[in-house]
Structures are given as C-alpha cells and as structure tokens.
C-alpha cells in the first residue's frame, strides 16, 4: 500500500529526495554540454526546498513528525521522518552538494593543471544521484529504507570514485564497492532481527525490544555504520578512495557519504530509547582504537587529500565516541556528535577544496612542493588556515564548539564509569597532536617567499572562489547554527 504525503513539509521532504533523481535523469538526455548547468540547477532548486522546510520546521517549533509511505499490512517498508536531527543533517548535505556542483563546473575544464579534463554528464548526473540519496537516507524512516539508500550511494561511489578511469581508480572505486557493501550486512541482518521481533521495519520499533535484541541490532547496524564511516577494521577504502576527482572527495568523504554510518548509528540510538550500555562499550573502545590509528597514519603524509582522508578517519571517531558517551545518559555528548556531523562536513569540505584549488592553479597537492600560498593567493592561504584551525578545534571556529561538547559530556559521564576517562584523556591528546600537526603545514605552507609551483600559479575561476568563501563563513558559523538548532 502506497500512502499519500500528508502535509506540506512531508512533501517539501519528499520532493528534496527526488528532485535530484529527477535532474539525474534529464542529464543523460540532454546535450553534453548542459550537464554542468543542469546538475547546478537542480541542486539549487533543491537546496531552495530544503532552505523552505527548514524555515517551516523552525516555525512550528521543531515538532517531530513521522509519516508511513509504503507499508505491506502492518509492515511499514518506507517513510519519511522530520525531526530536528533530519533536518540539520539534510541540510548540510544538500547545501555542500550545491556548492560542490559549482566548484565542480569550475574544477572540471582544461585550464586544470594537475587534471585538463571537461566534464562528462555521468560525473554530474552521479553527484545529484547521490545528493538525493544521501537526502533519503537521512529522512528515512525504517531500516529499509536506509538500506535502500544506503546501496544506492555505494553504487554512486564506485563511479564516482573511478571516474576518471585509470587502472588505480577503479581499482579503488571496486575496493570502496566491495568494503562497504560487505559493510551492508549489518543492516541486512538488523532489518532481519527487526522484522522477526515485531513484524515491521520501522526504527521506532526497536524500542520495544528486550535488551539483548536492542543490543543485536544496535551492533548491526554499528558494523554496518563502521563500513561507511571508514573506521576499523573497515578503514582501508578511503585513503585509496583520493584517486576520485577532488570535488568528489569532498563531498562523498567529508560532508556526505562517510556520514552515512555515524547517521544511521546515531538514529538507532535515538530509536531504541534506552540502550544496552555494551553498545556504548564496543562503539567508545572502537573509536579510541581508531581514533589513534588514524593519527599515527597521518603523520607520514605529504599528499594533501590522503593526508586529509586519514584526518577524516580519526575526525568520524570523534562522533563514534561522542555518540558511544551517550549511551551512558550524556546527553550533551549526543548533541555535540551531531554538530560535529554538521561541522566537520563544512570544514572538511573545505580542506579537500582547498586541496582541489591548489591542484588546480599549482599543478600539484604535495605539501613539501607548497609554500608561500598566503603571498601568491590570498584567499586560498586564508582557507588553508581557517581550515586547519577549524579541524584542529580551534576556537572561534566550529570544530572546537562541537569537540567541546564532546569532550564535556564524556566528563560528565566519566563520573559514574571510571574506565571512560582514561578514554578521553587519550582522545584529547589526540587534539592537541592534531593542533600540532597542521599548525606545522600551516607554517610550512602558507607564509614566506612562493614556491616554484605556487609562483607559477593560475588564477582560480569565479566558481571556485565563490564556494571558497562560503565555506570560510561557514567555518566560522556553522557551530552556531548547530547550536541554537540543536538548544
């Protein structure tokens, strides 16, 4: 049974996940050259959209509202969920994705030093597939549904990823392909669990479950949510995923897709209504385990993007710890999980185009080759360090609100089981090493005399320098929005 939309905002909803499908499919039967213009158009008109149920939520005060789309009988197969999580997180997704469809019209032409490429329409048809993908993922209401969605960016990530065909890139397209879908089983085997208890695939129905079976599926879809989230022992795709165009490793793995797996874990907590403290356990020692390893991996990298995935990595346990602390009745843990989700994507996605930028004008993103960034280029010298500091937790920028929040909830927390605080002592080292680290960049890499490479720069189109800017404000600003959204 198919059930009609019931109200505006479910189909403000509705419409955010399928107008870019939409605009996928007029991209494959247009002319070549309208596939650049077609995907900035469609991922406005959908930004637009989301800017308008974002306004109306606010407006009736944040009221959660759920609504049933296809069900069987009783067994609710799809729907769409509207709450203040859905919401923030949707926006940031859909806004990063218009943004990167710019800076990709931009990015993707001859004038390229590193990559003299003009777009294709799949690269553009892909990026709206998965913005509308990733939309509904988020907005779903039952593990189906996120399934669903969940398939359909693993496929959008495969050809995104080798895109520009070369034996490496598909080599790492197929690596991300088969990781992750491995990775699927968890949910594969948490909408079993679901349906066999209760006769349904709605996430609301986890919260009548015994303990043990909460724990069952809750561990699922934490595998599952390791997979996408590139943690251990699932890691390995997304440092060989930077073969991928820039623009795409900024929105797959900064902003969209490794989002995927702290998202669907974080729904299952706030699904289950009260959480065996084991999946806290297991998702705390697995974050501070890869959280560590990321770090160390980082530290030998001269390739700006590999540099940045390992970053990542140990950036997405921060939300695995933040979200494991609120099993244990933190709160304030929970919320600053999810505003790191919503800061991390602006920042890092700044990072990888900055990365893009300088691949671009330079010819190259090996940092030993880059110096003098700030005297030669402006702006992309002061991107470089709003991004860095924004990372690193550096107030006033956004990275530092939401680790806050973070860390003061673990405290909180510590208070009643000891064995979390030699936890967030390790993770708060972990900070301050990454302060270190990029501030070395930082001074290695924007000030003194240009190198080389950055002297013989070209200047950056209108596209790029335009997202550019609006990712530097945001770095700057998405905490606050983060914040009063989220009380």
């Not at 007029?26 to 959908?46: D, E, H, M």
């Not at 695939?201 to 561990?219: G, M, N, R, S, V």
């Not at 879809?221 to 390791?226: M, Q, S």
Request: charged share 10%; proline share 5%.
């Amino acid at each position: 049974m198919i059930t009609l939309v019931p109200d505006t905002m479910m189909t403000l909803a509705l419409a955010v996940v399928l107008l870019p499908f939409g605009g996928a499919a007029l991209i494959a039967l247009a002319p070549q050259q309208a596939g650049k213009w077609l995907c900035q158009l469609f991922s406005a008109v959908t930004l637009a959209l989301m800017g308008t149920l974002t306004v109306r939520f606010w407006d009736v005060g944040q009221a959660a509202s759920t609504h049933s789309l296809i069900a069987i009988g009783r067994t609710e197969i799809f729907g769409l969920t509207v709450d203040s999580i859905s919401v923030l997180v949707a926006l940031a997704v859909v806004a990063i994705g218009f943004l990167v469809a710019v800076y990709s019209a931009a990015y993707l032409n001859e004038g390229n030093r590193e990559h003299p490429h003009v777009g294709r329409p799949r690269y553009y048809a892909f990026l709206l597939i998965f913005i509308g993908a990733m939309a509904g993922l988020v907005f779903s209401s039952t593990i189906t549904g996120q399934l669903a969605f969940f398939e359909i960016t693993g496929g959008c990530s495969w050809a995104l990823i080798g895109y520009y065909e070369t034996p490496k890139a598909l080599r790492s397209a197929a690596k991300a392909l088969i990781i992750t879908h491995i990775a699927s089983i968890g949910l594969y085997v948490g909408a079993a669990l679901l349906f066999a208890d209760t006769g349904t695939f709605a996430l609301t129905a986890i919260a009548q479950l015994t303990p043990a079976h909460k724990t069952a599926i809750l561990l699922a879809i934490l595998v599952a949510a390791w997979g996408k989230s590139a943690q251990l022992p699932m890691h390995m795709w997304l440092p060989d995923a930077m073969e991928a165009p820039t623009p795409v490793s900024a929105y797959l793995h900064a902003a969209s897709m490794v989002k995927v797996g702290v998202y669907i874990f974080a729904r299952g907590l706030m699904s289950a209504e009260g959480v065996p403290e084991v999946v806290g356990w297991v998702g705390a020692i697995m974050a501070i385990i890869t959280l560590v390893y990321g770090f160390v991996m980082y530290l030998p990298q001269v390739d700006m993007k590999r540099l940045l995935a390992y970053s990542t990595i140990t950036q997405l346990s921060y939300i695995f710890l933040g979200l494991s602390l609120s099993v244990f009745g933190s709160e304030l843990a929970f919320k600053g999980a999810i505003a790191h989700i919503f800061n991390h994507a602006f920042a890092k996605t700044l990072f990888f185009l900055v990365a893009g930028a300088l691949s671009y004008t330079a010819g190259t993103r090996m940092l030993p080759s880059l110096r003098g960034i700030l005297t030669r280029m402006p702006l992309l010298g002061v991107s470089f360090v709003v991004a860095a500091l924004a990372i690193s937790g550096v107030p006033p920028f956004s990275g530092f609100f939401s680790k806050f929040a973070i860390f003061g909830g673990g405290f909180i927390a510590s208070k009643d089981n000891l064995l979390l605080l030699p936890m967030l002592v390790i993770a708060l080292l972990e900070s301050v090493g990454c302060f270190a680290w990029f501030l070395k960049w930082v001074g290695y890499s924007v000030p003194g005399k240009p190198s080389e490479a950055v002297a013989q720069a070209s200047p950056l189109p209108v596209g790029m320098r335009f997202v550019l800017v609006v990712l530097v404000v945001m770095s700057v600003c998405s905490s606050v929005i983060a914040s009063v959204w989220l009380g």
